[in-house]
């Protein structure tokens, strides 16, 4: 082996590393992140891709800043999750709960394979949030693992803020996702079809909310025929950039902790 075959990539992308690379790179230390984004359509305004593209720039923006000193190694995002409440919607290409709960058990499985011993899923996608959590316990069960859940941004809906005139219900390309996404890849972005889509008439609810005490079963399409759900009107591509710098910034942090992390035996 050259000397030049021993200096780990720049980019600490798996998909990059040979074979041999496996064993004398990755260790009981390593930290592998798994972007989980989604295909589904986002309203008139925004692309289909808009889930993924923010997890993976947030996983690699994050990797490049704190991956060498926490290592930290990133894999191929997952484009395709849970996304029924938007199966009406033609594009949309969605995994069932049961499907995609194999395919992170199967991730977790190979994962294990290696020395590695912790697993963050930086995940884009709300409707995963909750299927994500019960896929960290049960690889946690099956294999061993430490597994964690991340997002860009806590989902309003679960507990994260959204632009005040949308009173918590921005959830799906409202303000704050169609701001990342001016700041990201504005030539994906068409502000003339942006409209206002609140569900003014939960504003009032206590419980029975997005982000209340009651949870409640719901399809994109029963807010309007728009799709999305907040108000992209409002949306600047110099909030997206503060959004997303804090987003990093905090993910960053996040993996200095994950990487002290251990569980009591």
Not at 42 to 62: E, K, M
Not at 80 to 103: C, F, M, P, Q
Not at 115 to 140: D, T
Not at 208 to 217: A, K, L, P
């Amino acid at each position: 082996m050259s000397s030049a075959a021993a200096v780990p990539p720049a980019s600490r992308r798996l998909d990059e590393l040979r074979a041999p690379d496996i064993d004398r790179l990755i260790t009981e230390r390593s930290i592998f992140v798994q972007p989980l984004g989604a295909i589904e359509q986002h309203g008139p305004h925004l692309p289909f891709n808009t889930d993924l593209l923010i997890a993976d720039r947030v996983s690699v923006a994050a990797v490049e800043r704190v991956g060498a000193e926490h290592d930290v190694w990133l894999l191929p995002p997952l484009a395709y999750t849970k996304s029924n409440e938007h199966a009406w919607s033609s594009g949309t290409i969605w995994l069932s709960a049961d499907t995609l709960l194999r395919v992170l058990d199967d991730i977790g499985r190979c994962v294990a394979m290696t020395a590695a011993r912790r697993l963050v899923f930086m995940n884009g996608h709300g409707g995963n949030s909750a299927l994500v959590g019960v896929a960290n316990r049960e690889l946690r069960l099956h294999h061993g693992l430490m597994t964690f859940l991340a997002h860009p941004g806590v989902p309003p809906d679960q507990g994260g803020v959204s632009a005040a005139d949308e009173h918590g219900m921005g959830i799906h390309g409202g303000t704050d996702e169609t701001s990342i996404m001016l700041h990201l890849a504005p030539e994906l972005v068409d502000m003339g079809a942006a409209t206002r889509n609140v569900p003014d008439a939960l504003i009032g609810n206590r419980h029975v909310r997005f982000g209340g005490t009651v949870g409640f079963g719901w399809l994109s399409n029963d807010f309007g025929s728009s799709g999305h759900i907040g108000d992209p009107t409002t949306a600047t591509v110099e909030r997206g950039a503060q959004l997303f710098d804090a987003a990093v910034a905090a993910f960053c942090d996040a993996l200095g902790e994950i990487s002290a992390f251990t569980l009591p035996m």
